[in-house]
């Protein structure tokens, strides 16, 4: 089974200042929603999180640009920036993959390969993928190399569906282009 993080967001959820009545009203509210969830065999486990801990602000959010279908160069550079300064705050190699991905809308392939083979997260199937992307019509060889090493590390049935796919569609690209 699949696990998932729930986040709340909104008028209802803790803010700065609340009364402590305000907060004990709004725990109660959320132990009520977790104990209905667990009655109906839907709630696997839960931890608290504390209103603590970086964030980062402002209007342009990753996220909010994630929402936008348009596959803009505006949409990339602002995302491109925002996980510049993500970062900076703090590094991940799983956000510096996304980076990556941003990098590549931004500037192209090539640097983008550059970029990711300097994370070298050599056993994560999310590294192979993000390569086995970045190479696919540059050279699709090292491309499909990098998919099969995804493949072999990927756990999930959709993840190595999904990786399946683009093996073969990169062997139909390899074939057509020789």
Request: charged letters at 25%; aromatic letters at 6%; one cysteine or more.
């Amino acid at each position: 089974m699949e696990k998932f993080m729930l986040l709340f967001r909104g008028s209802d959820v803790y803010q700065p200042g609340q009364s402590p009545e305000d907060l004990q009203t709004l725990k109660q509210k959320l132990i009520h929603w977790v104990v209905d969830l667990h009655n109906k065999g839907v709630h696997v486990a839960s931890e608290p999180l504390e209103p603590t801990g970086k964030q980062v602000s402002g209007t342009k959010k990753t996220a909010y640009w994630h929402t936008i279908k348009a596959d803009t160069k505006e949409k990339w550079e602002n995302i491109l920036q925002l996980y510049n300064h993500l970062l900076l705050i703090e590094y991940s190699p799983i956000a510096a993959l996304n980076r990556t991905y941003a990098l590549a809308k931004v500037n192209g392939k090539k640097e983008a390969i550059i970029e990711a083979e300097k994370i070298n997260l050599t056993d994560n199937h999310l590294y192979h993928s993000l390569l086995g992307e970045l190479y696919t019509d540059i050279d699709n060889t090292a491309a499909i190399s990098h998919l099969q090493n995804a493949l072999a590390l990927a756990r999930s049935t959709a993840d190595k569906t999904l990786i399946s796919n683009k093996i073969l569609e990169c062997r139909q690209k390899k074939t057509s282009a020789c």
